[in-house]
């Protein structure tokens, strides 16, 4: 129960010249600089599932790595007030392997900056059994905070982002060890 968590980051933009790699890159080195985490990345522009939810084996093998994951987190852009539609998809994917894990958030967009697309997420990964977060990462007006070689000089995400890793761990560690003493009755 000492080893690290297994994180599952989770890109949810799929669209053409997305600024989602930018933004994920940044958060992966803060992820990977913290030993407790092992952290793997679900690319959803590159992890192809049947938006009618049939069974395919690329869907299976992709359930498959969400149950051996610990905790998650969910980088997503705002659209439209809302978050990609490619999100939902991967989230209706799965059932069980979400249950009793917990879920932080990196939102990204414009004035913003993909807090209304989270608060909509939080309703859907309770239903899902999940544990949400309080901490979030947000950036407004993404593409004036990051340099060209992707770093940032925004104090309050990157406070933000440590305090969000100290928690994941947190109730990450807690809830392992409870599904592993007493397996979620979801």
Do not use: C
């Amino acid at each position: 129960m000492n080893s690290p968590l297994r994180l599952e980051v989770i890109v949810a933009s799929v669209r053409p010249q997305r600024f989602a790699p930018v933004v994920t890159e940044w958060f992966l080195r803060a992820a990977r600089a913290d030993p407790a985490f092992d952290v793997g990345v679900l690319d959803l522009a590159h992890t192809p599932l049947p938006v009618d939810l049939t069974e395919t084996p690329e869907a299976a093998a992709y359930r498959e790595r969400l149950g051996a994951a610990d905790a998650f987190v969910v980088v997503t852009s705002e659209y439209n007030h809302g978050y990609p539609a490619a999100l939902k998809t991967a989230l209706d994917t799965a059932k069980h392997e979400w249950r009793g894990k917990p879920v932080g958030f990196v939102g990204y967009g414009g004035l913003s900056g993909g807090l209304r697309a989270i608060e909509q997420l939080r309703q859907v990964v309770a239903e899902i059994h999940m544990v949400s977060i309080r901490e979030t990462v947000s950036f407004h007006q993404a593409k004036r905070r990051f340099d060209a070689d992707g770093n940032t000089d925004d104090g309050a995400a990157i406070d933000a982002a440590a305090r969000l890793l100290r928690q994941l761990a947190w109730w990450g560690r807690h809830l392992r060890a409870a599904r592993a003493a007493d397996p979620y009755p979801g």
